[in-house]
Structures are given as C-alpha cells and as structure tokens.
C-alpha cells in the first residue's frame, strides 16, 4: 500500500497544570479526553473541547509512572513509585482501589482488551495478571532478573509482551502462563515496548537510541532505527500500524514511516527530555508529555483516508472468535532496511503564532478514605461481591456514568453546575443506600445459590439411599 502523505502535523495547545515531569499521557476511546500521570503524584483528566474544565486526581503518595483508559472507557488505571497500582472510577468522587502485591515501585499498567484484566510491570522483577473485577493477583510472570519497564497485552489478549534492565524483551502465552520468547539486546536495555494494531510486530524503544522493530512471529529484526541522540523513552504504532512516534531524552518527537523505512518528521515543542507519546484511538491525533511538565496536543494530519481503511481490516482481525498464535498469524509486507536521515523539522515556538492558550480550570478531587469505603466495605463484607455482575455493572453503567468529566451529555464540563450543598447531601446519601441494597441484593443471590447447591446435594443423596435399600 503506497503511502499518501497529506499534511505535515501541528500543535493545536498545550495543557499546563502538572507541578512535574509528565510521565504518560493515554487517550480515552471516544477521543474527548486525555488522562495524564505525573511524578507529582496526580492524574490529571483534560477534556479537549474548548473552555473546560480539566480534573486533578489525588490518591497516589508518591509519583505515579503510567495511566491507562480501559478499552470500554469505564475505568482507568495508573502505576505509581509507591509499589501500587490503582484502579480509578473517573468520577467526581474520585474513587479508586488500591491494588497492592508488587515490592517495588510498580513501573507501567496495561488492560486487556476486553477491559477484564490488567497486567502491571515493577521494579521488584515481576509481572503480574490481575482480575479487574476481583481486584487481586491471578498469577505472576517472574523470569526477568533486572527491573520490568514495561508490560503489554497484544491485541488479541492471548499474549503478554514485557521488557526489562536485564536487557531482555520477553514474549510470554497467558494460556500456559510461560514464556514463549526471549529477544535479547546487547546493545542497550529496552525502556518500553508496543504491538503493532495487527499483533505481528512489537516496537523496542532503546536506551542505546534505537528503535528496533521485530517480528516476534520468528524472532527476527525486521527495522533498526538509529533517528535520536539520546535514550528512547516510548514507541507508539499509529493505529494503522504504518506509522511510529518516539520521544526522546534528546527532547524530540519523531514520526517514522515504517512501510518506507523512513524518518518523516522532528517534531520539537518540549524543553527537555521527552517521556511519552501517544496517538488517539482514530489516530488523528496525539499527544506527548515531558519533564518541563507540559502536555501537547498534536493534529496527525497525514496518511487520514488511507488510516480508516486499515483500521477496519485490523478491527476485522482483532474481533473474530479464535485469534491466530504467533505463526497462524498472516506475513505481513516485507519492510525496507534503507532508513533516510532526511526529514521535516517542525518547531510550534516558529510554525504557530498563537501559543497564549488559556488554562482550563483545575478542580482537585481527592480519593478519601471516606469516598473510598463503599469500595473498602464491600471487599470486607462479601470478597466476591465487587466481582458480582451486578454490582459491577451497575457502578459502572449507572450512577458514574452520568458525572464522567467526559461524558457526551452537553453541559457536562463546558456550563457551571449549580448544586446546593442539601442536594448533594442528598444525592449522596441516596447513592449510599442504593449500594447497600445493591450488597444486600447479591448477598442473598449468593445464599440462594448455595440453598440450591444444598437441596441438590440433598435429592443426590436421597436418591443413592433408595436405590441401595431397592438392591
């Protein structure tokens, strides 16, 4: 497929509100929000419509690492140096859940894409699987012997990439719990790791400054791309899988065409090193954070019709019932090695005139003890209780729906809410009793359940006494 460069990309704005270096920026699926982390220990939740409202989550007590929407868009999860992980409801309560079983500070998170699990990566030498809705370790994937970076479900949630300082990229099979692979670097260690949309490939960004594409299908290089004068932080594919962006210490962004072998784009923008990127869902757009503490939002620009084309075949592929393994998977095209030094540099302090953005309004929301204790309550009373369908379901599709800080109701950021404290006392206290009758409600299916498990053990029973006294 020939590649159809339309426009170069631009700097829509700049979001200031992080008091540190932005450690990760991740997009919402519907394209409306973008959360970001920070070492100064907030989430941030930024609506990208004008004149909104943007919101500063509190929970973390140390600096947090990584940010993630699920795929659904219901929950979000976030990593920390305080050896937790935290599983969000990106309400206006603030509520999160605290997912603790790593030792060391826990370095990335990343949802299946089902949004039914989570898989963190730490400096304790770990990977560990969680359950979303039971909020606890499944198992633990623990052949690295230096500090894990990052770790990533492919598209097909049958696998789990994970990298580590011991200079080793491993491929790992969920069904088996083993690893399958071990791609090892001499050269340097590899800081983060991505699939590609179509789950044939992965992206190393190296602390040597290279980015190297591999086809894990049989473990060979397939591009080496030497483009930053210093160690590569992040790799993201662009949906359609024909691009690649990189940030870097160097202070650069760069965009690669990977069906050329080329460097396309230098985007600058940042003062100081680069420590993610992240295209949207569609792709049109993307965003980048750095230690100046700054988000920019980016307009992709090129490769658009070309972009929703590959889309459908890679969500065509990602959906059918029994996903292809590592060598089921179709070839993809062979790649060029002739990478080009040449390439577009694009500086927003000279290509755009206007940079005087106004701020959006913070509003701080603190995950407290109190707003945390339905969560806490339930987990105390009935351990299976947040894994109940019900519950999980109502949470996520009832009451916290309609306060999302992104939701699509008109007037949900863009108009000041008028609501009297009696209100929201109000409204609180109903909420409070809907959850414990909802509690209430599950623990008596649970008793039936185990009343009918009872009377069926009982008529097995009576039925082996009449037939032993008919013989």
């Known amino acids: 497929m020939a590649s159809v460069l339309q426009e170069d990309p631009i700097l829509l ?47 973390h007590v140390e600096g947090v690492t990584c940010v ?30 605290p997912l603790k079983g790593h030792t060391a500070p826990v370095r990335s998170v990343n949802f299946s894409h089902d949004s039914q699990f989570l898989v963190t990566a730490s400096n304790d030498k770990s990977v560990k699987v969680w359950s979303v809705y ?48 071990s791609i090892i670097d001499h050269d340097g260690f590899t800081n983060y790791v991505d699939f590609s949309p179509d789950g044939t490939c992965i992206a190393c960004a190296g602390s040597d400054h290279t980015v190297k594409i591999w086809d894990i299908r049989i473990n060979k290089l397939l ?46 923008g940042h003062k100081g090193p680069v420590l993610s990127a992240a295209f949207s869902k569609g792709g049109e757009t993307f965003a980048s954070g750095g230690t100046d503490a700054q988000v920019l939002l980016w307009k992709t620009n090129f490769d658009a019709f070309e972009c929703r084309k590959v889309l459908k075949k890679h969500m065509q592929r990602t959906r059918i019932v029994d996903p292809p393994h590592l060598l089921d998977i179709y070839p993809r095209s062979p790649h060029r090695h002739d990478a080009k030094s040449q390439s577009i540099e694009i500086d927003p ?29 339930k987990a105390q009373l009935d351990p299976h209780a947040l894994s109940s369908p019900t519950v999980s379901k109502r949470r996520l599709e009832g009451e916290n729906r309609q306060i999302l800080p992104f939701a699509d109701e008109p007037g949900t950021m863009d108009e000041p809410v008028g609501i009297s404290p009696v209100m929201t006392n109000a409204l609180e ?39 032993s006294i008919h013989q």
């Not at 919402?28 to 907030?42: E, G, I, Q, Y």
């Not at 004068?229 to 210490?249: D, E, Q």
Request: glycine share 4%; net charge neutral; hydrophobic share 35%.
């Open 68 to 97: 993630q929407f699920s795929p659904d868009g219901h929950l979000l999860a976030s990593a920390a140096q305080d050896r937790t992980a935290r599983l969000w409801i990106p309400c206006i309560h603030g509520e999160s859940t």
């Open 349 to 377: 302090s000279y290509d755009v005139t206007d940079m005087q953005t106004f701020d959006p309004v913070v509003i701080d929301i603190t995950s407290s003890s109190s707003l945390m204790s339905p969560i806490k309550t």
């Open 13 to 59: 704005r700049n979001f200031k509100g992080h008091k540190d270096a932005v450690t990760c920026v991740a997009f919402n699926p519907t394209t409306k929000a973008l959360a970001t982390s920070s070492l100064d220990r907030f989430l941030m939740i930024w609506n990208l419509r004008p004149n909104s409202r943007a919101f500063r989550f509190m929970g």
């Open 429 to 467: 206290h109903i909420i409070e009793q809907l959850d414990i009758l909802t509690l209430t409600i599950s623990i008596l299916e649970q008793r039936l359940t185990l009343t009918e498990d009872k009377l069926k053990e009982c008529l097995e029973n009576q039925e082996k006494l009449l037939l």
């Open 223 to 268: 591009q080496q791309h030497r483009v930053h004068r210093a160690g590569v932080n992040y790799a993201s594919f662009h949906p359609s899988g024909n691009y690649l962006i990189t940030a870097s210490n160097d202070g650069t962004l760069k965009i690669m065409d990977l069906l050329g072998g080329r460097l396309l784009y230098t985007l600058h």
């Open 134 to 181: 039971r909020q606890n370790i499944l198992f633990t994937l623990s052949q690295h012997t230096h500090w894990v970076s990052c770790a990533k479900y492919s598209p097909d949630g049958r696998l789990i990439i994970s990298c580590s300082e011991d200079k080793t990229v491993k491929v790992w099979d969920i069904r088996n719990k083993t690893c399958i692979d």
